[in-house]
Nanobody, 123 residues
């Protein structure tokens, strides 16, 4: 599967952005999907994951209540709605896919990655 992330940009603290990840190739609904991010000088970290059907989701603690992951299997698209953004959310955001059920948070379990989209939050 090929992944193309988009929707990043510059936003003030407290603002919102919605990231999208368009998938092509093998059937999108076969993949569990996740969002990760990498800030300058830091390792890539897990943000959110959604199961194949979209029923199950899981978030890292720092984004709970502010971010929402969702997917539209008919449109082969993954989303990340980000509200009440903070300066510490500044990073390159990556979407990723894995051929597994449930919700997986380990980077090593994701087989396919998008190119990343920059999110910058000004304080």
């Amino acid at each position: 599967v090929q992944l193309q992330a988009s929707g990043g940009g510059l936003v003030q603290a407290g603002g919102s952005l919605r990231l999208s990840c368009a998938a092509s190739g093998r059937t999108f609904r076969e993949y569990g999907m996740g969002w990760f991010r990498q800030a300058p000088g830091k390792e890539r970290e897990f943000v959110a994951v959604i199961s194949r059907s979209g029923v199950s989701t899981y978030y890292t603690d720092s984004v709970k209540g502010r971010f929402t992951i969702s997917r539209d299997n008919a449109k082969n698209t993954l989303y990340l709605q980000m509200n009440n953004l903070k300066a510490e959310d500044t990073a390159v955001y990556y979407c990723a896919a894995g051929l597994w059920g449930g919700t997986i948070v380990s980077i090593g379990d994701y087989e396919y990655w998008g190119q990343g989209t920059q999110v910058t939050v000004s304080s």
